[in-house]
């Protein structure tokens, strides 16, 4: 067959399907709806005449077409971006797709500076488009290795081959409780007793996985993925959960959130910016890491 724009626009989308294994769970990262991902994947098969996907009550499954459309559509995409790199390289210009995929919540923190970075490209040039994607921590360095994305932002506690990791700062993360939860008002002694019993949030988050040794119940009856969601559970005031410091503030500061024992109750980890060792030789590549790091170095 052959590949027009709307081929590419459609294998982008399997690819985030695939990614982030199912319809429903592309929303985000697509930012359009279950149905009109449902109708544009029904459109690429109709084009392939494959099935790529099993999907229905039993849940979402790849078929064996769809492990090789995958592949070949990753090669496919990443040779598109390398054309178009390589001819914005020829007229020594800054031009072409910015794409980052970074964690969520960063935006909240003002040591990102991810802002600062995007405006300083911008001003160096008027022929940059920006694409940032906000993923799973395991997501931001699968879209660097696949070349979908220029750079990442995120946390990693097993680096992938492939990629490049450079420290910007240390994001540090307290034990929260909600208003209304009984650790809010209790005196050390009385909190020593409640944590033996306190319901805390299980996180598949990169951040919420490092290893803290505190000594706390996990008895996995609340489960997020994303701050947002553990955020949630803290508000309703049954459970308690680690959170970055500066995304809990807000509540905080509204004297809705509490960190329980903050001197015993909290841990550190690096946020880096990730690189491909393959897909960061190019001009506009090389400019972006390089403000990401000048903007990250005060």
């Known amino acids: 067959m052959q590949v027009h724009d709307v081929d590419l626009r459609l294998l982008r989308i399997f690819v985030a399907i695939v ?4 319809l429903s769970a592309a929303e985000t990262r697509l930012n359009i709806g279950r149905s009109t991902i449902s109708s544009h994947l029904s459109d690429l098969e109709v084009r392939l005449g494959l099935k790529l996907c099993k999907r229905g009550r039993s849940g979402f499954e790849i078929t064996e077409s769809g492990r090789v459309t995958y592949q070949a559509s990753l090669e496919l995409l990443q040779q598109c971006e390398a054309f178009a790199n390589t001819v914005a390289n020829s007229k020594q210009k800054l031009s072409g797709r910015v794409t980052i995929s970074v964690i969520d919540t960063m935006v909240s923190d003002p040591r990102c500076g991810v802002a600062r970075a995007i405006a300083a490209l911008k001003t160096k040039s008027d022929q940059i488009q920006f694409d940032i994607n906000v993923c799973e921590a395991r997501e931001v360095e699968t879209s660097v290795v ?18 490049d990791y450079f420290p910007l700062y240390n994001e540090i993360n ?40 505190d000594g706390l119940n996990y008895q996995n009856s609340a489960i997020a993925y994303h701050d947002e969601g553990i955020a949630h559970l803290i508000l309703s005031g049954q459970f308690i959960g680690y959170l970055p410091e500066h995304y809990a503030s807000y509540w905080v500061d509204k004297g809705l959130f509490k960190a329980i024992s903050p001197e015993q109750y909290s841990y550190q980890i690096p946020v880096m910016l990730i690189t491909s060792k393959n897909h960061s030789a190019t001009l506009l590549a090389k400019a972006l890491i390089k403000e990401i790091k000048r903007c990250h170095s005060n």
């Not at 990614?19 to 199912?22: L, T, Y």
């Not at 809010?184 to 988050?205: G, H, M």
């Open 19 to 22: 990614e982030c294994g199912g």
């Open 146 to 163: 696949n070349g979908r994305s220029l750079i990442g932002l995120g946390v990693s506690r097993h680096q992938l081959r492939g990629l």
């Open 174 to 213: 307290y034990l929260y409780c909600g208003k209304d939860h009984p650790l809010f008002t209790a005196d050390p002694e009385k909190t020593k007793q409640l944590l033996k019993s306190a319901e805390v949030i299980t996180s598949n988050y990169m951040r919420d996985k490092e290893i803290r040794n």
